[in-house]
């Protein structure tokens, strides 16, 4: 998915100074993962077996383990919202950026600066709690941004599903193709529902995280702008 702004976006225009905050928290993830141990760039973490150290207790500080996070450890309480910050190699950063580049502008424009960056930190946060809860036991590390990112495609979905989406798709030679953004991500959220029902606590993507953000993310956005949206419909003469 790599184009955005479709035909929904004539009906965002409130914010006039552009998606700070997307851009921002796109900056802020691949300035930390390019200082820190994972990117292989910063040579203050050695090399070899002291990398390997230095990533390992660098997941450990700040991303999620279900088990310290269920049983209430003060320190772990935080890490929810760190997680957000920290991935675990460049194709996951870059693929999640991607998909927050593509959708969070919208999203922004429609929510307004402050109310986005609440949306995203907060429904990020309910997404790694809930995989937590559902791995209650489990030791493995869980970073990424993908819970909130999984966030914004479900409000995205409620808020515009008819703007265009284009898409790359590998069995037919990458040919872009451009389809509505409902039938994108309800084809999205459907992979991730079937790989959550059988993936485990284990190494891997945590698609139960996707699953539970893509939700918050569209019950929040059916709550707060549902009401709304159906005024200005009446008001615009039912159209």
Known sequence: MIDWRGTALGACRSVRTGPVVTYGLIAACCLLFI?????????????????????????????????????????????????????????????????????????????????????????????????????????????????AISAVLGAFLFLFPRSRVTSLFPFLFFLPLRFPAWAVLVFWFTLQWLAARTAGPGPGVAYLAHVVGFCVGFLYAWVRYGGAREALRWKGGGG
């Open 35 to 147: 200082v820190g141990p994972v990117s292989g760039l910063n040579p203050a973490y050695g090399t070899g077996d002291e990398v390997l150290a230095a990533q390992g207790a660098y997941f450990l500080r700040w991303g999620v383990v279900p088990a310290e996070l269920t049983r209430g450890d003060p320190g772990a309480l935080p890490t929810p919202f760190t997680a957000l910050f920290v991935h675990g190699g460049w194709l996951h950063l870059l693929g999640n950026m991607l998909f927050l580049w593509v959708f969070g502008a919208m999203a922004e424009e429609r929510m307004g600066h402050v109310g986005f960056a609440l949306f995203y930190l907060g429904t990020g946060y309910v997404a790694l709690l809930g995989y937590a809860m559902a791995h209650a036991e489990s030791e493995q590390t869980l970073v990424g941004a993908s819970g």
